[in-house]
């Protein structure tokens, strides 16, 4: 486990006055995707069998992730006290089924594995920043500090493992970048939108574009430039690229751009 637990929260110091709804919706999706990260550990131990190391590694991970989910969920729940998390998290299982038994990484390969882990650690970190530096509710900042320390600290892990499998793979700076982007890509797949619908929605049928613009237009606003710009780099580093020169500087704004052309017109969209 981590360094910290659930009583190192100071739960006594939430302060309802300072809730945004907007971030309640958001905290409650995120709730249920860091609660099935045992499911994620298992699929690691299958993929990786044969590394009783990073085996060990891997379910302390997971642990640390569902710890993420039940810090999140007891704070959704103070902040809405309707939010029945054991039925949301049910809902999100039954429909968001992925093969997590299955014991070859959908990236290719091993090291492909790990680039793709350093993405989602990479977005977590980012995300758990943003979020603290935009909430006013106390409590949640304390949580949000705890996690994205974790997030960052599982980046390490997964990136010093990326190294040791890149001297017996050998997977180029091309093929490590496609890896990186698909990975990014697939952040606007089902996971997110369905969690979104499994925690807020449960009086309506699924409707996969609509839950994600839901979700993406609440997250994206938390971001700001270093966010942004912070991250870009730790990427270019999983790929293999230089992060501090030109090209960094250059991505980093990029895709600053990008994110905030995206979240003004999801914001506008739902006006
Ligand atoms: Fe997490
Ligand atoms: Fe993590």
Not at 53 to 70: I, K, L
């Amino acid at each position: 486990m981590g360094a910290w637990t659930l009583d190192d929260i100071p739960w006594h110091r939430f302060d309802a006055a300072k809730l945004d709804p907007e971030l309640v919706a958001i905290v409650k999706a995120a709730s249920l995707v860091e609660h099935n990260g045992t499911a994620y550990a298992h699929h690691l131990c299958r993929v990786f069998a044969d590394d009783p190391e990073f085996q060990e590694a891997a379910r302390r991970w997971g642990e640390e992730e569902v710890q993420h989910g039940r810090a999140l969920a007891r704070w959704a729940a103070l902040a809405d006290p309707g939010f029945d998390f054991d039925a949301a998290f049910a809902r999100f299982q039954a429909g968001f089924r992925v093969d997590f038994n299955s014991d070859r990484s959908r990236r290719g390969s091993r090291a492909g594995e790990m680039v793709a882990r350093c993405v989602v650690e990479i977005g977590t970190s980012s995300y758990y920043s943003a979020m603290r530096e935009a909430a006013a509710e106390p409590v949640l900042r304390e949580i949000c500090r705890h996690i994205a320390a974790d997030e960052l600290r599982h980046y390490r892990l997964f990136s010093k493992n990326l190294d040791r499998y890149l001297a017996r793979e050998r997977i180029g700076r091309a093929g490590r970048l496609r890896v990186a982007l698909g990975r990014i890509a697939e952040s606007e797949d089902d996971e997110l939108a369905y969690a979104y619908y499994a925690a807020n929605e449960n009086d309506r049928p699924y409707d996969r574009r609509h839950c994600n613009r839901a979700y993406a237009r609440r997250a994206y606003a938390l971001y700001r430039p270093h966010h942004i710009e912070r991250g870009v780099a730790m990427l270019l580093k999983a790929a293999g690229l230089k992060p501090n020169g030109r090209l960094g500087l250059i991505a980093g704004r990029l895709a600053w751009q990008a994110m905030r052309y995206r979240a003004a017109r999801l914001a506008k969209a739902a006006a």
